[in-house]
Each structure stands twice: as structure tokens, then as C-alpha cells.
């Protein structure tokens, strides 16, 4: 069978069920409460984390025209939360051989922009942020803290605190992330208890949702034949297929119970999930050579697996024609997709360390669906590659 980034990756044929036994509103109640106990916070779900996110601008007490620091390697969705808040996002350059910010990228914002009164921390591929020196400097100064748990759900900094539980969150449930509703998210927050006005999801994005998991099903499988790939091509050409990027920020909307109660029972194995992440990441990083990884961190719950090599493209299409499909890459500009660059006030040069992180990033699969046997599979043929690079 072909391997995959995405397209389902987080679902096995078990997951079909779901389309038949995930209408009770009793089991979305017993999510929000599950929440709620876990993060010991308020809770209110949202159809995307984009949406999380901006809830969490709007319910702080920053005014509109503040600035916000961000990753300086993040996606276009945390900058449509900001700018839909009304808001100034600052880009912080990563850390060398990071994919986060650290305290002195902070700190040396901080000093020089009086507006800076948030931060928003990414913890990204799943990779711990420094949280407890940027809580503290964030505190002191009086900066409104986010965590943004788009990819990291279930993963705990080195002080032994998880994420979310540190200050005000955006959780995502989208498309192979590691709670995978297909669609959805989650505003966790402390404060004063408050109804947000949302609006209906539409049936028409219901039913793309609802079918995906069968979709993508059949695509992952008949794809080596040929079957799969006809049918991925004629569902996107019907945009059948939900699209992770639609929709905006400030377009808060319910998800179904069905997308809910989805994320409860992917919540439920989380533990395991995240157990199988590092599993696979441990092999990957055994068996490729130092010069392309980033270090291994115990912490990290890995949603991908990163690796930093001279010539992307020329390594995804070695590996799709070995029948490894990685081309979906988290991320390959500073503000990602590179096509929604030019819609944000990102400028060219402002983090030099993370657009060479983007410049030569590649990110390999660590989702349910990938096996040991898999992952060597995988780097063998990278070292293969490598090996004619030399």
C-alpha cells in the first residue's frame, strides 16, 4: 500500500463505524465535560482552531491594534486569527536548530516594539516551546499568554506541565492533526465565563466532512492500482474533498455532533497515539544520519517527524516513486501555504533562520497508519537518495 502524509492518515477501516454511531448529543456533552476536567478550564468548541484562536484573541483583554508575537514558522491560520481580531502579528525568528521561539527572541522583540502585548506559543511538529521561561518573562511584563495546540494535543513541556493546561488555549481537530475530527477545535480558557455568539455549520461542509473518512479510505487503498488516484482526482475536481484552509477566523461556527464525538473517542486513545508518534520517530531518527535531523527530544509528540535536507523537491519525488507520498510539507514557507504569503504583512528577510527552516524542510509520517515496517521502508530509501547526493 502506498504511503501517506495525509489523506485520512489518522483513520483505519474501524473509523467507518462512526458514520452510523456518532449522532448522540449525550457523548458530545460528555466531551465538552472531559475537557473541561482536563484542562481544568471553560471550555467552547469551534468548527476550525482558526477560530479557537481568534476567540482567544477576542475574549483577552488586548485592544485592537495590539501586537501579537508569533512563530516566525507557522501557518496562515494563526495570522487570520490575528488580523481578524484586530490585531498586529510580530514574527519571531526560531531558535537555531529549533522550529520554536525562544525566551531571547522574546525578550529582544519586547524591547523593541512597545505594542507587543501577547504571545502566542506553537510547540511546533509537536516540539516543546520553552514555556516556562516565556510564561514567566510574558507575566512579569504583563503580555497575555496563548498556547497554540494545533500540533501538539497531548504532549507535556520538560516541566512535566501538558499543554493547555499553562494558560488560555486554541486546540485544532483538523485533518491529520492528532485529535482528527476531520473538522473542529476547542477554546480553552480561565476566566470569566462567556457565551460567544456562533453560527451553524452548513450542511453542505457536513457531508464532505462526513464522507471523508470513507473517501480517503478508498483512496489509501486503491491507490497503487490506479482506483484511489482516479478517484482523489475526481473528487477534487468536484472540491468534494474539505479543504483544512477554508473558511475564516472570525466565521465562528458550532460543529456538528458528529465531529465532536469523533474527537472524544480520538481523545481516548490519545495516549497510545502519541505512544506509536515517538515509537516511529525513534526509528527515523536511529536510522537517518545526524547531518539532517533535528535532536531528539523525549517531550516531543511528534506529529511529523522533521528533517532538514539541500534539495526538498528533488527527495519528494524520489520518494513518490517509491510509492511514498510526502509532499504536503508542514511547513514549506514562513507563513504557510506559500500561496497565502502575500495576504499577510510577513516581510521578506524578517526571520533568515526560519525561512531556511522552510527552505529545506521535509517531513515524514508518523500517523497511525505507518508501521516499523514502514518507517525503515522509508529510511532506506532516503539513504538511497542520499547516497546520490554525495
Not at 150 to 157: E, K, N, T
Not at 286 to 308: Q, V
Amino acid at each position: 500500500m502506498a504511503i501517506f502524509n495525509s489523506l485520512g492518515s489518522n483513520y483505519k477501516a474501524k473509523h467507518l463505524i462512526h458514520m452510523f454511531t456518532g449522532f448522540d448529543p449525550r457523548q458530545r456533552d460528555a466531551f465538552v465535560e472531559y475537557l473541561k476536567d482536563r484542562y481544568d478550564a471553560n471550555v467552547q468548541l469551534t468548527y476550525k482552531g482558526r477560530e479557537a484562536l481568534y476567540l482567544a484573541l477576542k475574549n483577552s483583554k488586548l485592544k485592537e491594534g495590539d501586537h501579537v508575537a508569533v512563530n516566525g514558522y507557522t501557518c496562515y491560520a494563526v495570522y487570520d486569527a490575528v488580523e481578524a481580531a484586530g490585531m498586529v502579528p510580530v514574527y519571531l525568528d526560531v531558535e537555531e536548530n529549533s522550529l520554536n521561539f525562544g525566551l531571547a527572541q522574546l525578550k529582544q522583540a519586547h524591547k523593541k516594539d512597545k505594542k507587543l502585548r501577547a504571545v502566542i506559543v506553537q510547540n511546533t511538529l509537536g516540539f516543546p516551546a520553552d514555556i516556562a521561561g516565556i510564561e514567566k518573562f510574558a507575566h512579569k511584563n504583563k503580555m497575555h499568554l496563548i498556547e497554540d495546540l494545533a500540533h501538539s494535543i497531548g504532549m507535556r513541556y520538560h516541566d512535566g506541565r501538558e499543554a493547555g493546561t499553562v494558560a488560555d488555549a486554541a486546540l485544532s481537530f483538523s485533518q491529520d492533526k492528532a485529535v482528527d475530527a476531520v473538522s473542529g477545535g476547542a477554546y480553552v480558557y480561565r476566566g470569566k465565563v462567556q457565551e460567544f455568539i456562533t453560527k451553524h455549520l452548513g450542511y453542505g461542509k457536513f457531508l464532505k466532512d462526513y464522507y471523508y473518512i470513507w473517501n480517503t479510505q478508498f483512496i489509501r487503498s486503491g491507490y497503487v492500482w490506479g482506483g484511489g488516484k482516479f478517484y482523489n482526482f475526481i473528487l477534487r475536481k468536484l472540491r468534494w474533498l474539505p479543504k483544512p484552509m477554508d473558511g475564516a477566523a472570525k466565521n465562528v461556527r458550532r460543529p456538528d455532533t458528529w465531529h465532536a464525538t469523533l474527537a472524544f473517542k480520538q481523545f481516548k486513545d490519545l495516549g497510545k497515539t502519541i505512544a506509536h508518534r515517538r515509537e516511529i520517530a525513534k526509528i527515523y531518527d536511529e536510522a537517518l544520519p545526524k547531518r539532517i535531523k533535528y535532536a531528539f527530544d523525549d517531550n516531543a509528540s511528534y506529529l511529523r517527524y522533521p528533517l532538514r535536507v539541500s534539495d526538498p523537491a528533488s527527495l519528494i519525488k524520489h520518494l513518490k516513486s517509491k510509492g511514498i507520498y510526502i509532499s504536503d510539507t508542514w511547513y514549506e514557507a514562513p507563513v504557510s501555504p506559500a500561496r497565502s504569503m502575500s495576504k499577510t504583512n510577513y516581510e521578506s528577510g524578517r526571520c533568515p533562520l526560519s525561512e531556511q527552516v522552510a527552505s529545506r524542510m521535509i517531513n515524514l509520517p508518523t500517523h497511525v497508519n505507518v508501521d516499523a515496517a514502514d518507517a525503515e521502508k522509508i529510511t532506506e530509501r532516503i539513504n538511497q537518495w542520499l547516497s546520490t547526493q554525495e
